[in-house]
């Protein structure tokens, strides 16, 4: 959680360096926390465990003819279903599909044995809490005796089920043989095999029964028994299709990912993570409303009393990871999340509480899904083949059904338009090629346009294609920056051709009103050459803030842009003894709001450090020299700008630095240092490294926590959690002074 009070945030905007102190340095070797680091992100590891089908192969005889991801693509997305709580490991991470959790197990060729060799490092090195195997068609294929293959499955179960009481094992069986092997040359009917692959299966089966009665956490997952290999409706279903018989198609991997997530459901996988003893009770109510083009506003019921802040996730469908957002104070109730496409994008979002015990449930997963906002308008062409593809054929949500222009057409102004009856504001456009016709001239040479007048006598090109045709039932899409709102959308041919389309697609929201100015703005002097202002949120759908400055008299100018739900900002770099006045407007897509009323300031003659170093009775009295930020007070080895930067006492004995860093907590070890709130002229800044003599790295701050420190006021604690590692890893602090 990052959240600073007044004065801390008001420090936050300042860039320029005088001088640089390295402070704090903390060794971080092999730390075990108390709750490991990565749990924090993912509790449960799967570990997909196998052969080529674990992979993803779909045919042997064509390299490229891949399923990308294979059943782990469907199996994500159920498990993403449930909430960010499941990753997939392994040591590799090929034939992924798009955005997916790409890790795996899977080795094209293994036989048993070979993926009994490799399992004892796999399992140690990945620590999974769940192990999805699938073995013994590369032995039948390669004719190893069957008994032979089902001692190795029987090592298998015992060395997995051995290495950590915690697994849980998911032994499959395989599936059909439905065509001979090898390929090439000399082969085996697919009868023969398929025979041995039946008394494999038959022997898993007694097996895992087996090791399950005596007392192993060993569940039997009958694919062979439970897919559905043909549909005689949709024969695109068959799990073979398209395929070599062997390797599963598109809708084989799509069953075997049903067919996985049905197993681990209903397993005690997912209960073995419910809240320990102590912790929070988790939110409920969670709720997402798109309130523009970019924001989300997410809230929820608040059910805990003793939580100390909410974790915010989110994802992207349908098989995006997630990632934690942030974090929010206690008594939350929402948080808005920014920089989004609603329009065309799908989110996803779960919260939970936390507290030094652990974690709650999760609450409900909400998410929004994209909005077509062409659907089903009224759409209107030049010219209309037949009464069978009228224009409304377009954008009916079907790809089967078209629109065709009338034959002959010479007319470059030949078009297809629909009316979204009201602005939008638009984030994407699709255009869906006929599925059934291949027509090259009717893909090539148009142009989508954008206006608000619906004869189209001024308007926006958004997209265009030129000569070179799309490719046949192909999809033409643009990504759509253009802030302003549209109400109609053309596509219209720039040669003398005809033009034929299946669907349109128009991803955008509603036109979205300015936000409601902000109230309560005040401007404070903090020193000689920092102003820090403060203001009250009214809006609830702005995507930032503008600030603005003039000196008295003179012109306002912009000076920054801030991010949403900002409540303060530090100006800096100021005239001692100056008249500034200042604005603020909340600002979206729509433009900006009224300014909240002007506030008026005059800055002070004083700078910061001075201020302090003037205030304390007896270092105070020393000799100017001795007061200079680089001098040292009393003798103890720290600069007075350090006891400064520290809110400590710069003539305490005995000497030395007060203690602020690393040690164990609740959540996992961290890196603590205290931070003065009234210091405007300093920035903190963490550094990290795995060896103090080469470079250091400035290490992201968001996930700290930060918190008032009882009995000392304007004194603040920021605890940033420490990642575990299997190697020395170096932090330090490093205070930079800015000058006016």
Not at 3 to 14: D, I, K, M, R, V
Not at 416 to 439: C, K, M, N, Y
Not at 629 to 635: E, F, I, K, V
Not at 661 to 679: K, W
Request: some cysteine.
């Amino acid at each position: 959680m990052m959240h600073f009070p007044t004065s801390a945030a008001c420090s936050g905007a300042l860039q320029r360096a005088l001088r640089c102190f390295p402070l704090v340095l903390l060794a971080v070797g092999m730390l075990k926390p108390l709750v490991p680091a990565d749990e924090l992100i993912h509790q449960i590891r799967i570990l997909p465990l196998g052969d080529s089908i674990t992979r993803g192969n779909n045919d042997i005889n064509y390299p490229n003819g891949d399923i990308p991801g294979g059943y782990r693509k469907s199996l994500g997305v159920s498990l993403a279903s449930i909430g960010p709580v499941c990753e997939f490991v392994g040591s590799r991470s090929d034939n992924a599909a798009p955005d997916m959790d790409a890790d795996h197990e899977g080795h094209p060729g293994f036989r048993t044995d070979e993926i009994l060799a490799l399992t004892p490092a796999a399992i140690s090195g990945l620590q999974p809490r769940a192990v999805l195997l699938m073995a013994g068609t590369n032995d039948i294929l390669q004719r190893v005796p069957v008994p032979t293959a089902v001692a190795n499955l029987d090592s298998l179960i015992v060395t997995i089920t051995h290495a950590d009481p915690d697994i849980r094992l998911f032994v499959a069986t395989i599936l059909p043989i439905t065509q001979k092997w090898p390929p090439f040359g000399a082969s085996v009917p697919a009868a023969t095999l398929n025979a041995d692959a039946n008394t494999y299966n038959t022997q898993v089966r007694a097996l895992v029964a087996q090791h399950a009665n005596a007392g192993r956490k060993v569940t039997l997952v009958d694919i062979n028994a439970d897919i559905v290999l043909t549909d005689p409706q949709n024969p695109a279903n068959n799990v073979f299709q398209p395929g070599d018989g062997i390797h599963p198609g598109q809708a084989g991997y799509d069953q075997l990912g049903s067919l996985w997530f049905q197993a681990l459901a209903a397993s005690d996988v997912f209960a073995a993570d419910l809240p320990a003893a102590g912790a929070p009770a988790a939110p409920t109510g969670l709720a997402a409303a798109v309130v523009s083009p970019s924001r989300i506003n997410l809230t929820w019921t608040d059910e805990a009393v003793d939580e100390d802040e909410y974790e915010i996730w989110s994802r992207v469908p349908p098989v995006g990871l997630w990632e934690m957002l942030g974090e929010v104070s206690a008594d939350a109730t929402g948080r808005a999340v920014t920089g989004l496409k609603t329009g065309s994008g799908t989110y996803a979002f779960a919260v939970r509480a936390r507290n030094t015990l652990g974690f709650s449930a999760w609450s409900d997963i909400v998410e929004t899904t994209p909005s077509d906002v062409a659907h089903l308008k009224s759409a209107s062409a030049s010219s209309t083949l037949s009464t069978e593809t009228p224009p409304e054929n377009a954008n009916d949500g079907a790809d089967h059904t078209h629109w065709v222009s009338e034959d002959g057409v010479t007319d470059p102004s030949a078009n297809w338009t629909v009316d979204l009856g009201d602005p939008h504001h638009i984030q994407e456009f699709r255009l869906i090629a006929r599925q059934d016709s291949d027509v090259p001239e009717h893909r090539r040479e148009f142009e989508v346009r954008a206006s608000n007048d619906p004869g189209f006598s001024t308007y926006e090109v958004i997209g265009a294609q030129g000569s070179s045709p799309l490719a046949h039932a192909s999809v033409y899409q643009v990504e759509v920056s253009d802030e302003v709102p549209y109400r109609y959308i053309r596509v219209a041919k720039t040669e003398e051709q005809g033009m034929s389309m299946a669907l349109v697609e128009v991803m955008g929201v509603d036109q979205v009103a300015a936000p409601q100015p902000p109230a309560g703005l005040v401007a404070t002097a903090v020193d000689s050459g920092h102003v820090c202002l403060e203001w009250q949120v009214v809006s609830d759908n702005e995507s930032g803030f503008l600030i603005e400055r003039r000196v008295t008299g003179g012109t306002f100018g912009e000076i920054a842009m801030i991010a949403a739900e900002s409540t303060s900002f530090s100006d800096h770099g100021l005239d001692p003894e100056a008249d500034y006045e200042y604005r603020v407007s909340a600002v979206n897509e729509a433009g900006p709001s009224t300014p909240a009323p002007v506030a008026a300031v005059t800055t002070g003659d004083t700078a910061a450090y001075d201020q302090w170093s003037q205030s304390h009775p007896v270092f105070a009295a020393l000799p100017a020299g001795e007061r200079e930020p680089l001098a040292d007070a009393n003798g103890d080895g720290v600069p007075n700008l350090i006891c400064y930067a520290l809110a400590s006492d710069p003539m305490a004995q005995p000497a030395g630095l007060p203690a602020m860093a690393g040690g164990p907590a609740a959540g996992g070890v961290v890196f603590r240092f205290r931070r003065n709130q009234i210091a405007p002229d300093l920035i903190y800044q963490v550094l990290r490294c795995d060896d103090p003599s080469g470079g250091w790295d400035a290490v992201d701050l968001v996930s700290a926590t930060v918190e008032e420190i009882p009995g000392e006021s304007g004194v603040e604690m920021v605890s940033l959690p420490v990642p575990t590692t299997d190697h020395r890893m170096f932090y330090r602090l490093r205070i930079t002074r800015v000058p006016d």
